[in-house]
T-cell receptor, first 113, second 117 residues
Framework: DAKTTQPPSMDCAEGRAANLPCNHS???????VYWYRQIHSQGPQYIIH???NNETNEMASLIITEDRKSSTLILPHATLRDTAVYYC??????????????FGKGTTLSVSS | GAVVSQHPSWVICKSGTSVKIECRSL??????MFWYRQFPKQSLMLMAT?????????EQGVEKDKFLINHASLTLSTLTVTSAHPEDSSFYIC?????????????FGPGTRLTVL
């Protein structure tokens, strides 16, 4: 799986959009970008994933650059409950279900009022 | 999304005893599950891959005789920490891929906090 690079920490004011970047310059054509987050002392929570196109769900939006070498996770209106460590993970498509997710250090997002 | 449960959520045991942690996929079947552990202020580290009906696959440096994994059914995997010692104190998390939606999205349990005295 391709390596990802994320800033170690970010701050965001409550109610504002949180934009979390991720670089994955060695991503291959059939690798997906996945985002998970881990709130303190809980298991990781799936947020969103994408291949080429931008994606949106009830939690967040994922913007992938045209060359797919980077992406941004957007939390449109951050709340205090969004304070967590956010992990960007690149991995092959779903027919590789037998392989685990490998976690890097992620970005610690701190949302303050 | 799919739900994965773990039991117990926390456990305290004496050094030398064994502890069993259960991981269940509640609304889907999983032929494969994964076990991670996480030390304070560190990221998740993959320990092993649990395969239903066959032996688990362990990551380098993880003692298979110490961390026994049994995947007895399509919805249950267990991790037994044998002869636990204080250095085994950690946060243990399992995950399972749900392929019913057509995508390989992995769902994680809430974790089990193990403290060995």
């Amino acid at each position: 799986d391709a390596k990802t690079t994320q800033p170690p920490s970010m701050d965001c004011a409550e109610g504002r959009a949180a934009n979390l970047p991720c670089n994955h310059s060695t991503i291959s054509g059939n690798e997906y970008v996945y985002w998970y987050r881990q709130i303190h002392s809980q298991g990781p929570q799936y947020i969103i994933h994408g291949l080429k196109n931008n994606e949106t769900n009830e939690m967040a939006s994922l913007i992938i650059t045209e060359d797919r070498k980077s992406s941004t996770l957007i939390l449109p209106h951050a709340t205090l409950r969004d304070t967590a460590v956010y992990y960007c993970i690149v991995r092959f498509s779903f027919n590789q279900a037998g392989t685990a997710l490998i976690f890097g250090k992620g970005t610690t997002l701190s949302v303050s009022s | 999304g799919a739900v994965v449960s773990q039991h117990p959520s926390w456990v305290i045991c004496k050094s030398g005893t064994s502890v069993k942690i259960e991981c269940r996929s509640l609304d889907f079947q999983a032929t494969t599950m994964f076990w991670y552990r996480q030390f304070p202020k560190q990221s998740l580290m993959l320990m092993a891959t649990s395969n239903e009906g066959s032996k688990a696959t362990y990551e380098q440096g993880v003692e298979k005789d110490k961390f026994l994994i049994n995947h007895a059914s399509l919805t249950l995997s267990t991790l037994t920490v044998t002869s636990a010692h204080p250095e085994d104190s950690s946060f243990y998390i399992c995950s399972a891929p749900d392929r019913t939606t057509g995508a390989d999205t992995q769902y994680f349990g809430p974790g089990t906090r193990l403290t060995v005295l």
